[in-house]
């Protein structure tokens, strides 16, 4: 399947909030999706297919030097194709581009899968964020990857 990378747009936000609500228990609201449009640390990369139709996206901050990703989630019928590694290696590629290597994200200490899918790209458990997440009281894991003189930084 070919992936078309592409900035995300107000006209998008429909679709986003669709496989937002599909894959996260306590899903972004439109009006945080629109606040991160109009932040400009903020940058949402959407990824689609020939045919137009949404796979995915990922939202992540570029602060001073530094890149947080918040946010990375892929329609659960396009899960396992890769999307999200394509989606991950164009944040860290386009991150290394500008000068950054350092990356850092929150993920759920019982969300194995995504724990297993940042460690094959490099980023290592740092520390534990207690009751991060306000809807479980979930606990988040602080992973982090500094890259240092790689030219390929794809798992």
């Given amino acids: 399947m070919k992936i078309k990378l592409a900035p995300m747009t107000d006209g998008d936000i429909d679709e986003v909030l ?5 894959s ?3 899903p972004w609201s439109k009006r945080l999706f629109l606040n991160e449009l109009a932040n400009p640390n903020s940058n949402i990369v959407l990824a689609r297919d020939d045919t137009d139709t949404l796979l995915g996206f990922v ?6 030097d530094e890149t947080h990703i918040l946010n990375i989630a892929v329609h659960p019928k396009f899960r396992r194709q890769g999307i999200a590694k394509r989606l ?5 590629e386009s991150a290394k581009n500008k000068g950054i290597s350092y990356f850092a994200l929150e993920v759920r200490n019982r969300n194995q899968a995504a724990i297993e899918f940042y460690k ?5 458990a740092v520390g534990v964020r207690k009751g991060y997440y306000a809807d479980t009281g979930e ?3 602080l992973m982090e990857l500094e890259i240092k003189g790689q030219t390929n930084v794809s798992s």
């Fill in 18 to 22: 669709e496989i937002e609500k599909l």
């Fill in 24 to 26: 996260f228990p306590s």
């Fill in 59 to 64: 939202c992540f901050w570029i602060v001073a």
């Fill in 88 to 92: 991950l290696t164009h944040v860290l």
């Fill in 120 to 124: 094959g790209f490099g980023f290592k």
């Fill in 139 to 141: 606990d988040a894991i």
